[in-house]
Structures are given as structure tokens and as C-alpha cells.
């Protein structure tokens, strides 16, 4: 036997589908007198059954067809289903696009995953900090919180976005885009080495201004899917969805997030730019977490 049919026999085995063409030899008969259905006509052509146009029987649900026309069913889109009742005939081979779906799938829900497990152990760890250590406290909030409670204070002051939502949470809001300093704790081990090439190619200079500048479009990228203005947002369903009456106030609240965050980064790669490259590979990991 090959590999192909081996891979066959087991895959049956555990999800009771034959392959298709397993089913085209096993599973379809030449019909009987006894097997009238649909009026002894054809579901998918109307046609009557001929000896040019011969019935065959499939299972598992018993439907007839023609023999011609069950071809052209079983070469569909959805020619695993049978056309009248819809039972399961087959496995379907995975196309390109179903293979990249079930990878971007795994991906995502693991990265999601890890972003997560470290977005608990972060408040675990400042729970334990302000604990200990409560002189700390305004310094613990904006290394994790960053600029998120001066740009709520802002959105309820300054502007009528909560008034206009009354059943927005403002306050949730702001404290998820936290979560962007585990995505970046996530992220930017796999930016900083994806640069490389730039190191060798153009220099120290280049290296940085690249990294900073696509340091800052995944971080807006993080930032617009978390508030639900990317669509479908892959973290909390988007924290906008279902609570505003008005778009331009989604649009809104995305951009101030994004102008404290975008103020977080420019500050931090002004920091990080008189370092050496080593220096500044290493710092990078090591300040996320003012972020």
C-alpha cells in the first residue's frame, strides 16, 4: 500500500468519511426498480433516468442521482454534501486557503494565549509591588499603564464621549490598552531580530530608525485591533463593540490611545538611540516593561 492510501485507511478510520474517491467506488451503486425517488427523475438535472442516463444509489443516505450528474456534484464546492439532504458523503481534500485558516487560527489563539498568561502574571506582580512597596504606587501605574489613566481623564473632562455612550465603560477601556505592553513583550523579540539585515546592510542608524518606525505600526496595528476599529478584532472581540451609538467616537478614542502610546515610543526610542547596537538589542527587551 503507499503512504497516500495508508493516510486514507487511517483517516477513515477515525472520522468514518471516506476519502472521494473512496466514495465513488465504494459508496455509489447502480440504482434499482425499487429505488424510485424524486419522482424516478434526477434532483440535479430533472431529467428522467435513461440507460444514457443511468441512476446510481450512494450512502450513506440512500438518494439517487444520475450517474453524470453525481460527478459534477461530487467536483462542486460543496460536493461532500449530498444535494437533498445535506448528510456528510466524504472528506474534503484541505485547499491552500484552509490550510492557511487552520495555521493563522493556531497562531492566533496561541499568541493570544501568552498574552493572557503574561498579562496576569503582570498583575500579579504589581499587586504584589504596591503591596510591599506602596511609596511606588504612582511610579508602578505609569510604567504599566503608561498614559492610559491621563488619556481617560481626558476623554471624561474634555469631551462628550461618555455622555453621547452612556453605556461604554471608559474606564475598562483604557485599562485593556495595558494590554499592549504584553503584545509588546510578545512582539518585539520577533521585530528587532527581523531588522537584522538592515544592521548589516545600511548600519547602527538605519537599524534603529527601522526598528522604531515599525515598533510604532505594530503598535497601532495592537492598539486599533484591542478597540474593536480593526475588523474582526482577535483580543476581547473589540472593547468598542456594542457599546457606542457613534462611529466618529470609536474613531476618536482609538486616536487618543494611539497619541499616548505613539508619545510612549518616541520617548522611549529617545532613550534607546545613543546606545550601542548590542546595547540597544538588549535594551529594548529589557524596557519593554515601562511600557
Known sequence: MSLINISNAVLEHFTGLPSKDSFLKKCVVPAKDDDKFNNNRCVRCWGEYTKDHPGVKISPCGHVFGRDCLKDVVDGPTGDLCPYCRVKLFRRMPTTQDILGVLIFVVLSAYCDMVLRLNMKMKAFVSIVLIEYPILRPIVFFAFGGLALPAEQFVRNYTGVCARNPAFNV?????????????????????????????????????????????????????????????????????????????????????????????????????????????????????????
Open 171 to 291: 474606564r475598562k477601556f483604557f485599562g485593556s490598552t495595558t494590554l499592549l505592553t504584553v503584545l509588546l513583550m510578545v512582539g518585539v523579540p520577533f521585530i528587532a531580530p527581523a531588522f537584522l539585515p538592515v544592521y548589516f546592510l545600511f548600519g547602527t542608524k538605519a537599524f534603529k530608525a527601522s526598528w522604531a518606525v515599525a515598533n510604532l505600526a505594530y503598535i497601532m496595528a495592537s492598539q486599533a485591533a484591542i478597540s474593536g476599529y480593526l475588523a474582526p478584532a482577535p483580543v476581547a472581540e473589540g472593547l468598542l463593540a456594542g457599546g457606542f451609538n457613534d462611529e466618529s467616537d470609536c474613531v476618536l478614542l482609538t486616536i487618543i490611545a494611539g497619541i499616548a502610546i505613539i508619545f510612549q515610543q518616541l520617548c522611549i526610542s529617545a532613550l534607546l538611540w545613543p546606545a550601542s547596537t548590542l546595547g540597544f538589542a538588549w535594551t529594548v527587551l529589557a524596557s519593554i516593561m515601562w511600557r
